[in-house]
């Protein structure tokens, strides 16, 4: 069965640091796989996606997410945090074929001053 | 970029009552869309997925009577909480999907309270 871990419930980290979000994945082949951003109260908004090609993807917000076939993963980075990301972080992944999402649990972001 | 609308974005009613929330794609046809449920601080959790002029498909273990979705048209999809209880306050997120459907833009929620 597909499925998406982030194993961190939540990170703190200070304003200025670099951050590094986990996600590992579950699934027969190569998934389509997201990371989206959601603030309180607000729906989901898309950082990133990779689909195929370069392992080393660009978002928005200055934030980029490498995918490791070789250990089912797909984390996410940003070399210096901002106040306002403090947010809720999703990991997914979409199979190839129904084009089903499936969510991990998500990481709370903290940012500290 | 693609966006999705939401109303209302937050609903109060009473038990027994029906509510409707609506989804709408605002600069794109969306031929799938898709509704979540989320619960606080947890995950989304994908309640169906429907294709403009058919039935929605439902996930296993959510009531497709009590949760009734409609999409009409390729820019509008409802949900219909029907005989709605305490137990389905929660916030609710629809996303819309082009034909290539890999990508969803989601819209910001609506926040039902049921007294």
């Known amino acids: 069965a597909q499925s998406v871990t982030q194993p961190d419930i939540h990170i703190t980290v200070s304003e200025g640091a670099s951050l590094e979000l986990r996600c590992n994945y579950s699934?027969?082949?190569?998934?389509?796989l997201f990371w989206y951003v959601q603030s309180p109260g607000q729906g989901l908004q898309l950082l990133l996606k990779?689909?195929?090609?370069?392992?080393l993807v660009q978002g928005i917000k200055g934030f980029e997410a490498e995918f490791k076939r070789s250990q089912s993963s797909f984390n996410l980075r940003k070399p210096s945090v901002h106040w306002s990301d403090a947010a809720e972080y999703f990991c997914?992944?979409?199979?190839?074929?129904?084009?089903?999402?499936?969510f991990g649990a998500g990481t709370r972001l903290f940012v500290k001053a | 970029g693609a966006v999705v609308s939401q109303h209302p974005s937050r609903v109060i009613c009473k038990s027994g009552t029906s509510v409707k929330i609506e989804c709408r794609s605002l600069?794109?046809?969306?031929?799938?869309m898709f509704w979540y449920r989320q619960f606080p601080k947890k995950s989304l959790m994908l309640m169906a997925t429907?294709?403009?002029?058919?039935?929605?498909?439902?996930e296993q273990g959510v009531e497709k009577d009590k949760f009734l979705i409609n999409h009409a048209s390729l820019t509008l999809s409802t949900l219909t909480v029907t005989s709605a209880h305490p137990e389905d306050s929660s916030f609710y997120i629809c996303?819309?999907?082009?034909?290539?459907?890999?990508?969803?833009?989601f819209g910001p929620g609506t926040r039902l309270l049921v007294l």
């Open positions: 996303s819309a999907s082009q034909v290539d459907r890999e990508t969803q833009y």
């Open positions: 699934y027969g082949a190569t998934p389509y």
């Open positions: 990779y689909f195929s090609g370069d392992t």
């Open positions: 997914a992944v979409v199979n190839t074929g129904g084009f089903k999402t499936i």
């Open positions: 600069d794109f046809q969306a031929t799938t």
């Open positions: 429907s294709n403009e002029g058919s039935k929605a498909t439902y």
